[in-house]
């Protein structure tokens, strides 16, 4: 059974940085694109980022671009997702989820709030 | 970036009833090489994680019920269930994954008649 579990979020103030982390189970780790979704309180998707296998592709919408890093551990089986200089508008649940083309595969999420 | 048009935004439902929904691109998501139509549906029932139902515009996920059924092509799409439960209550999202950013529509909140 495929399995994303996320941890790291929290309240954290405008301007701060928060990293997010998300172990997997019940796949091949290494195989498979990975990437982060969010959702804003009572609000839809928004895809966030994007990380090939080995690691060394990674793709952003603009709205994050230059503020957030993806990243990976394959050997941990693990993604992680670095936040900068975070805004209000960041403010969101955040889900790690299994790329195949479509998102086959999705977290609980992880709640963050950025806030003063 | 592409732009997808949901409608209607909420739709009222009784058991049994046969419910659609549409889900427009603002450009094609087919491709040419494969044929294939970059789209997939989703469905998110409260406090839960979204949950896809279908990929390829058509492809049913595996232990999806066949009620839920995914056609179109190009920049047209529709969801149709073909006899709602209740446990379809749910907002459905669409998606394309066709070229970055990618991006979902609004979603199409079922409620109950």
């Known amino acids: 059974e495929v399995q994303l579990v996320e941890s790291g979020g929290g309240l954290v103030q405008p301007g701060r940085s928060l990293k997010l982390s998300c172990a997997a189970s019940?796949?091949?780790?290494?195989?498979?694109?990975m990437a982060w979704v969010r959702q804003a309180p009572k609000k839809g998707l928004e895809w966030v980022a994007t990380i090939s296998t080995s690691g060394s592709r990674t793709y952003y919408p603009d709205s994050v671009k230059g503020r957030f890093t993806i990243s990976r551990d394959n050997a941990k089986s693990s993604l992680y997702l670095q936040m900068n200089s975070l805004k209000s508008e960041d403010t969101a649940t955040y889900y790690c989820?299994?790329?195949?083309?479509?998102?086959?595969?999705w977290g609980q999420g992880v709640m963050v709030t950025v806030s003063s | 970036d592409i732009v997808m048009t949901q409608t209607p935004s909420s739709q009222a439902v009784s058991a049994g009833e046969k419910v659609t929904m549409s889900c427009k691109s603002s450009?094609?998501?087919?491709?040419?090489?494969?044929?294939?139509?970059?789209l997939a549906w989703y469905q998110q029932k409260p406090g839960q994680s979204p949950k896809l139902l279908i990929s390829?515009?058509?492809t049913r996920e595996s232990g999806v019920p066949d009620r839920f059924i995914g056609s179109g092509s190009g920049t047209d799409f529709t969801l149709t269930i073909s006899s709602v439960q209740a446990e379809d209550l749910a907002v459905y999202y669409c998606e394309q994954y066709y070229d970055t950013p990618y991006t979902f529509g609004a979603g199409t909140k079922l409620e109950l008649k």
């Open positions: 019940g796949f091949t780790f290494s195989n498979y694109y």
């Open positions: 450009q094609s998501l087919l491709y040419s090489e494969n044929k294939k139509n970059y």
């Open positions: 989820a299994r790329d195949r083309a479509a998102i086959s595969d």
């Open positions: 390829w515009a058509s």
